[in-house]
């Protein structure tokens, strides 16, 4: 009678691509030095193509593996842009944060601290800072 096969934990499907992905890599490797070693022995011409060719497949293989797996390991950076903040953004975040007290900008880093959202808090802030953002912004020097 055959012994069970031991227990492992499940892996990821992140890590079956990336260990795929791994294997075939290795297999590429071990295909360009077997073109070194015919190479040196003065292989003939059809069984070195044959050998690179088989390096070829295996690493176009471990690039499939490795595309389904590069956006949970290397998200895009171009996916978030950043920009400066315009003239009259930039004025207007400044009124509104001057207008809110010393007990409100308290309570605001206090609610940041827990995880809200700092943009939230001041469009969320009292009536009077919505009069003052509607203002027109101060003429630039």
């Given amino acids: 009678m055959k012994p069970a096969p031991?227990?492992?934990?499940?892996?990821?499907?992140?890590?079956?691509m990336l260990s795929i992905a791994q294997h075939f890599i290795e297999q590429a490797e071990a295909f360009d030095t077997k073109v070194r070693a015919a190479v040196?022995?003065?292989a003939g011409e059809r069984e070195i193509q044959l050998l690179m060719s088989f390096a070829d497949d295996s690493r176009m293989k471990a690039l499939a593996a490795a595309g389904q797996a590069a956006p949970y390991?290397?998200?895009?950076?171009?996916a978030?842009?950043?920009s400066p903040a315009s003239p009259l953004t930039q004025s207007r975040f400044d009124v509104r944060l001057e207008a809110l007290t010393d007990e409100e900008v308290s309570e605001a880093l206090r609610q940041i601290e827990q995880g809200q959202s700092a943009l939230k808090l001041l469009e969320?802030?009292?009536?009077a800072t919505e009069a003052i953002m509607s203002a027109e912004p101060p003429d630039e020097p």
């Fill in 40 to 42: 040196a022995a003065s």
């Fill in 6 to 16: 031991a227990l492992t934990a499940p892996r990821s499907p992140l890590d079956i």
């Fill in 80 to 82: 978030v842009e950043f």
């Fill in 73 to 78: 390991t290397q998200p895009k950076l171009s």
């Fill in 124 to 127: 969320l802030a009292e009536p």
